[in-house]
């Protein structure tokens, strides 16, 4: 009886030995999926953080050609402005002294 006893006892420790490893093992395994579920979260920041600034960047482009077109815009009209002047246009002469005379 002893030995089958003994037999018991040596196959239980072996199989809590087994099972502490197995334990350890998927232990490991989650620790180890944990950190790569980390990772993935921390890819998917950069990535956010990329578009971000590359959303940025295009905004600043547009503002900058926006901002050109409104410069351009401004020229033309001082160009036209300046080498437009309505005070000594005939038309505007007439019509300003026209209007003197009816008032």
Excluded: W
């Amino acid at each position: 009886m002893s030995f089958f006893g003994l037999n018991n006892a040596r196959n239980g420790l072996n199989n809590g030995i087994k099972n502490s490893i197995d334990g350890i093992n998927n232990a490991i395994c989650g620790i180890n999926n944990a950190i790569c579920g980390i990772n993935n979260a921390i890819y998917g920041i950069n990535k956010a953080i990329y578009g971000i600034d590359n959303s940025l960047y295009c905004i600043g482009n547009a503002i900058n050609s926006l901002q050109n077109s409104i410069n351009e815009i401004t020229g033309i009209r001082n160009t036209i402005n300046s080498q437009i002047s309505f005070e000594n246009h005939p038309l505007c002469v007439f019509t300003i002294k026209l209007r003197v005379l009816t008032n």
